[in-house]
């Protein structure tokens, strides 16, 4: 495992299981906040880097799947805090749907654990002490990514890989919807981070200059597996 300090206020604990998988603590000012789970055996380095910065406050999912989830359980067992998905995202993750292109639902979470993120009076997601959450579908059905003002981070779950600083589109074969998720890689645009970092590849700076030639290039392929 590797502990990389991408962003004044944000860490990358990255670990490979074939291919490299990822997590975010983002520090806050009492504490912090972990962006998805990663997998068991992360657990212990995650709550040791958490602790030294405070108390673990919350933690935010990007989506459902396993390398985004499979943590959970044990981080809950360490840390007693609250874990918010998208609304859509959470019957898949708990087994009562199954993933587009999946023949069979998957519990990945214990029901109830993931709670919906909130909204606004107009119906958008609120802002979550300082991270502001995007709903980014196409991966999967509830995907969101979560953008940090300050540090001028995108935390982009599986909405991008990467390679040689460019953006890629996510793994085929665990995207439900392919022309979607290059739709909503446009949030790059609309935001125009500083970076996007994602969860199989490494950061990629200044991100919206690169969406029109990454949608010309990848617009046009099927996600349905």
Known sequence: MKIKHIAP???????????????????TEFGSILIDSGMGFMTGATIKLAK????????????GHIDHTGGLASLLKKERVPVYAHELEIPYMEGDLAYP????PQRLVDKGVVKPLPKDREGQLHSM??????????HSPGHTVYYHPEDQLLLCGDL?????????PPIKAFTADMAEAVESGKIVEELSPAA?????????????????????TFGSLSGQQ
């Not at 604990?13 to 490299?20: P, Q």
């Not at 292109?101 to 069979?104: E, P």
């Not at 991008?160 to 890629?168: A, D, H, I, M």
Request: charged share 20%; hydrophobic share 35%; glycine share 12%.
């Open 101 to 104: 292109g999946r023949r069979k």
């Open 160 to 168: 991008f890989t990467s390679k040689n600083g460019r953006l890629k």
């Open 52 to 63: 030294a910065y405070g108390p673990l406050q919350m933690i935010l999912l990007t989506h």
């Open 9 to 27: 206020h944000i860490y990358k604990i990255e670990a490979w299981v074939g291919l490299k998988i990822s997590t975010w603590l983002v520090k």
């Open 196 to 216: 996007a970092s994602v969860c199989h590849g490494g950061e990629v700076s200044d991100p919206g200059r690169q969406y029109k030639k990454y949608k010309a």
């Open 129 to 138: 002490m300082g991270l502001i959450p995007y709903y980014t579908p196409g």
